[in-house]
């Protein structure tokens, strides 16, 4: 398969310390792979679903104590304390290790230990990246094959390069004994006892996000956790767009959107590059160009229907593995909350029990059928509203960055940063009530800078440093927007119709790219005109609601400002002082 000494160094140290039965490479072939769907049927890892309906689809379920990320668990691991965030776990780099080792320890006896060479990126693209996961879980294998490209011609592209190691087991989910522990001065990431997406399909936030936003501040470059979306406009021009919003905030739904009625009849169309990860460098015309590491989606199912996201949906018809969704025994497919108003009559719930709705467990809360952070892995192929440019070599050129967040209050609709310090500002103060993506409490407002709190890699007041000294580097900025879809009422319910509605707001966002459209300026930058989102053809929302939902109010603000300054304190003396100034900025405007 390689000579690539260091693979097979790698290789040989893990045999020795895992002691596994077999070593199976992953060639990356569709013969080997369906022997291996074959097998994890087999051994009920996953259930075949109907062929006619959902070809080659299968269901997963996960062990109840591992559904979703877990943050409290997760480890960056350096030789400074400092080199890591507080506000985020902290091991010694030989601490780490030596504790690990003795949890890999013959982890994998009896076990087969499966190679997988994976690329992040295009293969062969100068700005892909190579990583080498080792694991005893096929689920892991089926899911990295979709989520990235596997197989030999990785390790032809490596040659005798360099790589990013990655060893997993899933052990025996003891939670207690979980680990997710990145190692950036190493190149390198250990995952242990569980068996649930982001905590084990190690390119995909372990890689692409922590080490490489660590590779990205060394090299000059950043790895955000953003969505990458084409908006063709009725002369055929394409504008693109990078937004962070946290975890299970509306990245993928925003990625695939469908234009309203009224702008498809005009022309309008949008295009998906990526709905989770951006890697993002200076071009040499000085934009900043972006590229989507990932080869599928690992989206969010619940809500999601032929209404609210149906090139998502679309996107799951084939080849796709569904996690702890549930299944319809009448006809072998899967049903989610929000799937369909009408609940099937036969579902066997996420847990494997027979579903009846209505039930309610010992808290009083409805069981569901579905677990909230249940997903689908799919392949980007399957997107209907795929981009042209979705392999291209250099990426799309960003016309905008929108940071946004689930906020029932405070934060409007949208708003416009001021420059490119301010919009760094805009970016590390956001704030959003958390979800079902990490274990812990739901619907808690927490500051989640950049979406990527539980993704940098490093200390984060070097990480806001980084995007300060970014904006020196690019001399054509895109301009930093921030929005805000979740604004309730005082029944709490959502104000603004959301999903394909939200274009209004990013034809906003571009025509201010382009000068063409006006604004009002606030202490916290500048809004649209009402008069200026487009609510043609949109039931219930008046020029009043527009301006409901876009209102700036000053207390709720200058108690955000308290909200900030605590947080910057706790992230400590490495937050650049061009912050603390925007900060002061705003704390005058607000008086
Ligand atoms: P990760 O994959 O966890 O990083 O999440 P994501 O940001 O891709 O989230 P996703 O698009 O899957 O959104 C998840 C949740 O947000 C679902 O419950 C959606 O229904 C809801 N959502 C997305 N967009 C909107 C919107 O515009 N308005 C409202 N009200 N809800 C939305
Ligand atoms: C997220 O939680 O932001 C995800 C899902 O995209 S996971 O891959 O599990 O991290
Ligand atoms: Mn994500």
């Not at 242990?192 to 692409?208: Q, R």
């Not at 890697?279 to 809500?303: C, Q, T």
């Not at 603000?557 to 002082?577: A, L, S």
């Amino acid at each position: 398969m390689t000579d690539n000494k260091k693979v097979l160094k790698f290789i040989e140290d893990t045999k020795a310390l895992c002691n596994p039965d077999k070593v199976v490479w992953i060639d990356g072939s569709e013969e080997q792979l369906n022997s291996l769907r074959a097998l994890a049927v087999k051994e009920n890892i996953l259930i075949k679903l109907n062929e006619e309906k959902l070809p080659g689809c299968y269901l997963h379920r996960t062990c109840v104590n591992d559904v979703a990320r877990v943050e409290g668990r997760t480890f960056i691991c350096s030789k400074v304390k400092e080199d890591s965030s507080p506000i985020n776990n902290w091991m010694e780099t030989g601490e780490a290790l030596k504790m690990l080792n003795g949890l890999f320890k013959n982890v994998y006896s009896g076990r087969t230990m499966y190679v997988i060479p994976y690329s992040m990126g295009a293969i062969g693209s100068k700005f892909s990246k190579i990583g080498i996961e080792l694991t005893d879980s096929v689920y892991v294998v089926l899911n990295m094959a979709i989520m990235t490209r596997v197989g030999q011609k990785v390790l032809d592209a490596l040659a005798d390069g360099d790589f990013i190691k990655g060893l997993h087991s899933y052990a025996d989910l003891d939670e207690e004994k979980r680990y997710i522990c990145q190692f950036p001065e190493e190149n390198l990431i250990m995952s242990i006892n569980s068996n649930y997406g982001g905590n084990v399909l190690l390119g995909k936030k372990c890689f692409a996000l922590r080490i490489a936003s660590y590779l990205g501040k060394t090299e000059g470059w950043m790895a955000e956790h953003m969505l990458i979306l084409g908006i063709e406009n009725p002369k055929g021009e394409i504008k693109y767009v990078a937004a962070a919003f946290p975890s299970a905030c509306g990245k993928t739904n925003l990625a695939m959107i469908i234009p309203p009625e009224i702008y498809k009849k005009k022309g309008y169309k949008c295009w998906c590059v990526g709905d989770d990860i951006a890697w993002i460098r200076v071009g040499k015309d000085g934009r900043l160009w972006a590229v989507n590491p990932e080869n599928g989606f690992f989206g969010v199912a619940p809500g999601t229907n032929m209404k609210s996201n149906p090139n998502a949906l679309l996107s799951t018809k084939k080849n796709t593995i569904f996690t702890n969704v549930a299944l319809n025994t009448d006809d072998n497919t899967v049903w989610w909350e929000g799937l369909t108003k009408e609940v099937p009559e036969h579902l066997i719930d996420w847990k494997g029990n027979k579903y009846v709705a209505g039930r309610v467990d010992e808290n009083g809360k409805p069981i569901k059928a579905a677990h909230p952070n249940s997903r689908f892995t799919a392949p980007t192929v399957n997107c209907p509203c795929l981009s042209d440019q979705f392999e291209a070599q250099d990426g799309v050129p960003l016309s905008a960055i929108i940071f946004g967040g689930r906020r029932a209050k405070t934060a409007p609709l949208v708003y416009q940063s001021k420059d490119w310090n301010n919009g760094v500002f805009v970016g590390s103060i956001m704030a959003s009530e958390t979800t079902a993506a990490a274990t812990g409490a739901v619907g808690v407002v927490r500051r989640d800078p950049m979406a990527m709190r539980p993704f940098v890699g490093y200390n984060m007041g070097d990480y806001f440093a980084h995007w300060i000294e970014m904006g020196d580097k690019i001399a054509n900025k895109p301009k930093i927007f921030n929005v805000n879809w979740f604004r309730t009422d005082k029944d709490g319910n959502f104000i603004w119709p959301g999903f394909g509605e939200n274009l209004r707001v990013i034809e906003w966002i571009l025509d201010r790219c382009e000068n063409k459209v006006d604004a009002v300026e606030t202490p916290i930058g500048f809004v649209p005109k009402a008069e200026d989102i487009n609510i043609e053809g949109l039931d219930g929302i008046t020029k009043d609601t527009v301006k409901e939902l876009l209102s700036v109010d000053k207390e709720s603000w200058t108690e955000e400002t308290k909200g900030i300054e605590q947080f910057y304190k706790e992230i400590g003396d490495r937050v650049p002082k061009e912050l603390y100034a925007e900060l002061e900025e705003l704390k005058k405007k607000l008086k």
